[in-house]
């Protein structure tokens, strides 16, 4: 599977923005899609996680109440949908994929900065 991030920019803070991840391939439905984030010397960090299937989804404790993950199987494709937004979520966001235990498939970033 290739995995496309898109939707990051500038926002203030208080604002929301979505993120999408478009997947190609086959069998989408059998991926768990995640995302991660990064900021320049630190290590990327699990964001939030929809696995595959039905789709339980899996949030850390950060974004808890304020981002939404959802997948879209028949358009292939998950959405990181962030509100109320921080500086602190500054970061580039990254989708990942997996069918086992390791994220092994990912996509390009997408930079999202918050200004306060």
């Known amino acids: 599977v290739q995995l496309q991030a898109s939707g990051g920019g500038l926002v203030q803070a208080g604002e929301s923005r979505r993120l999408s991840c478009s997947a190609s391939g086959s069998f989408f439905i059998n991926y768990s899609v995640a995302w991660f984030r990064q900021v320049p010397d630190r290590a990327r960090e699990f964001v939030s996680a929809?696995?595959?299937?039905?789709?339980?989804?899996y949030y850390a404790d950060f974004v808890k109440g304020r981002f939404t993950i959802s997948r879209d199987n028949d358009k292939k494709m998950v959405y990181l949908q962030m509100n109320n937004l921080k500086p602190e979520d500054t970061a580039a966001y990254y989708c990942a994929a997996r069918v086992g235990t390791q994220w092994r498939y990912w996509g390009q970033g997408t930079q999202v900065t918050v200004s306060s």
């Open positions: 929809v696995k595959y299937g039905v789709g339980t989804t």
